[in-house]
């Protein structure tokens, strides 16, 4: 948890939250908690190094050190390079015919790598990439040699089943207000949201009848008090209405 003074005395804090998911899956596989203040990159020390695992992350995350020790242990990463980033041009790749036409360029780059006082070359890979749907340019930074152009690319775009999961958690279980003002009170909150999206995820995929996420969550919200069988009367709520409405009358 991060506490600054502000102007009237009070003090405001910040927290981060940080998590692993895998791509076929729409819920967290990893949580961490960090003050606002820290940098995004200490986390990549946590993940697990794994030859059949590509992690991939923002350039927000970017770390040369970390990105030095995935290579070493055959852990592929995609990510975007900085804007500012130093490096040295070793290699231009040529673009095969059959590739996909947004890749503008492919190139084997050197990066610098300080660490302990001493600095060190680490080879990687540069793609520039032409996104036509939102009409910008991307460049990325990987050091998965072999692997197609456009494929890399693609594998980037899959990191917006994160961005999704956050929205979701936003707009279902906002977290304006806090119980409580220590860091414990806050990481119960924020798990509860957590484990409630869990638990309506769930609902949502054991029912054969299609619910948006959205209207789903507030009728839960309005019915949290009513004694009724939840699957049920989402199955068919309608029926189950006008059984209950019978029996008054």
């Not at 948890?1 to 910040?14: D, F, L, P, R, V």
């Not at 089943?161 to 003002?181: C, H, R, S």
């Not at 860091?183 to 999206?197: D, H, M, Q, T």
């Amino acid at each position: 948890m991060c506490w600054t003074e502000s102007k009237n005395g009070k003090k405001k804090g910040g927290i981060k939250v940080h998590t692993v998911i895998n791509v076929d899956a729409t819920v967290p596989k990893l949580l961490w908690f960090t003050e606002a203040a820290t940098h995004d990159h200490i986390l990549l020390d946590k993940l697990k190094m794994d030859s059949n695992t590509i992690y991939v992350f923002d350039k927000g995350y970017n770390d040369y050190k970390a990105f030095k020790r995935f290579s070493e242990n055959q852990t592929g990463f995609v990510t975007r390079i900085k804007d500012n980033a130093a490096y040295q041009t070793v290699q231009i790749n040529k673009i095969e015919e059959h590739i996909h036409s947004g890749v503008l360029e492919d190139q084997i780059i050197a990066i610098t790598v300080k660490e302990d006082g001493c600095e060190s070359k680490l080879k990687l890979r540069k793609i520039r990439y032409y996104d036509r749907e939102l009409k910008r340019e991307f460049e990325f930074l990987t050091n998965l040699f072999y692997m197609r152009a456009d494929l890399v690319s693609a594998i980037y775009k899959l990191r917006w089943q994160i961005e999704l999961l956050f929205k979701q958690l936003k707009q279902n279980f906002p977290l304006k207000y806090f119980l409580g003002d220590n860091e414990n009170a806050i990481k119960i909150l924020i798990y509860c949201a957590l484990i409630a999206n869990l638990l309506m995820t769930v609902i949502q995929k054991t029912l054969k009848k299609s619910w948006a996420f959205s209207n789903l969550v507030s009728f839960c919200k309005i019915h949290l008090f009513n004694y009724i069988h939840l699957i049920k009367f989402l199955e068919n709520p309608d029926k189950d209405w006008r059984k209950d409405h019978q029996n008054t009358l």
